[in-house]
């Protein structure tokens, strides 16, 4: 068994300070630095913490910086699966996830973009190329950008929350598949391709289409990682 992340740890301490009522709902956390500092480590495993709580809805970021609890924080299944699974794990089921989700929103992208979204999705996209071109880059910004675009475009705020709800989680599966195709040169057309399969169809106003050319973005995506065999 593999040694248990300190980020992993320390997450599960913070869920048991919320829960035991140190910081209640609504409250804010300590910063960054000062967790660093109450937990005697750097400031990294402390981001990534609160990267899973938030990706598990415990937490929630707001304009203006910080982390606050959730004002609804009940004893969430979800949110102690986030935190005592590991990476691979996770990531296993947020493909689950997006597979339900995604292809759902790009059909509903199709039908309801406005000519204002479906421009915020080219200008994604032409972000993405240039990212792609640049053999030091792994396009992670550029590529969330166009996903969180095209589910604005669906006009569904359950849908648009629920994406923003794992953004933590899709950057860190971002990470990983855009990570394995840095010097690919093929391998990075084709991500970008897909990308451009998607936008063309949503464009056209060709739900079923863009449906299966989301799904086969997220099957090819799937495919980068290791972890299920």
């Not at 300590?30 to 400031?43: D, H």
């Not at 166009?146 to 849908?159: D, E, I, K, Q, Y």
């Given at each position: 068994?593999?040694?248990?992340?300190?980020?992993?740890?320390?997450?599960?301490?913070?869920?048991?300070?919320?829960?035991?009522?140190?910081?209640?709902?609504?409250?804010?956390?300590?910063?960054?630095?000062?967790?660093?500092?109450?937990?005697?480590?750097?400031?990294?495993?402390?981001?990534?913490?609160?990267?899973?709580?938030?990706?598990?809805?415990?937490?929630?970021?707001?304009?203006?910086?910080?982390?606050?609890?959730?004002?609804?924080?009940?004893?969430?299944?979800?949110?102690?699966?986030?935190?005592?699974?590991?990476?691979?794990?996770?990531?296993?089921?947020?493909?689950?996830m997006r597979k339900i989700l995604?292809?759902?929103?790009?059909?509903?992208?199709?039908?309801?973009?406005?000519?204002?979204?479906?421009?915020?999705?080219?200008?994604?996209?032409?972000?993405?190329?240039?990212e792609l071109a640049d053999d030091?880059?792994?396009?992670?910004?550029?590529?969330?950008?166009?996903?969180?675009?095209?589910?604005?475009?669906?006009?569904?705020?359950?849908?648009?929350?629920?994406?923003?709800?794992?953004?933590?989680?899709?950057?860190?599966?971002?990470?990983?598949?855009l990570q394995s195709n840095l010097?690919?040169?093929?391998?990075?057309?084709?991500?970008?391709?897909?990308?451009?399969?998607?936008?063309?169809?949503?464009?056209?106003?060709?739900?079923?289409?863009?449906?299966?050319?989301?799904?086969?973005?997220?099957?090819?995506?799937?495919?980068?990682?290791?972890?299920?065999?």
């Amino acid at each position: 068994m593999s040694k248990e992340k300190l980020s992993q740890i320390i997450s599960r301490e913070l869920l048991k300070l919320i829960e035991a009522g140190k910081y209640p709902p609504g409250s804010k956390l300590p910063t960054e630095m000062e967790l660093a500092a109450q937990f005697g480590v750097s400031r990294i495993p402390i981001r990534e913490a609160l990267s899973v709580l938030r990706a598990a809805g415990v937490i929630n970021s707001r304009q203006g910086g910080g982390s606050f609890v959730e004002e609804r924080n009940g004893s969430s299944i979800f949110s102690n699966i986030q935190i005592e699974n590991d990476d691979a794990e996770l990531i296993r089921h947020l493909f689950e996830m997006r597979k339900i989700l995604e292809p759902e929103a790009a059909y509903l992208a199709a039908l309801r973009r406005t000519p204002e979204q479906l421009e915020r999705m080219r200008e994604a996209l032409q972000w993405l190329e240039a990212e792609l071109a640049d053999d030091s880059k792994i396009g992670m910004e550029a590529d969330m950008e166009f996903h969180r675009s095209m589910f604005l475009a669906t006009h569904n705020p359950v849908m648009i929350q629920a994406m923003e709800n794992l953004s933590s989680l899709y950057e860190r599966a971002l990470q990983i598949t855009l990570q394995s195709n840095l010097g690919l040169k093929q391998k990075r057309k084709a991500v970008y391709q897909e990308h451009l399969n998607i936008l063309s169809a949503i464009e056209m106003e060709e739900p079923e289409l863009a449906k299966i050319q989301c799904a086969i973005h997220l099957k090819n995506a799937e495919k980068k990682l290791d972890l299920f065999s």
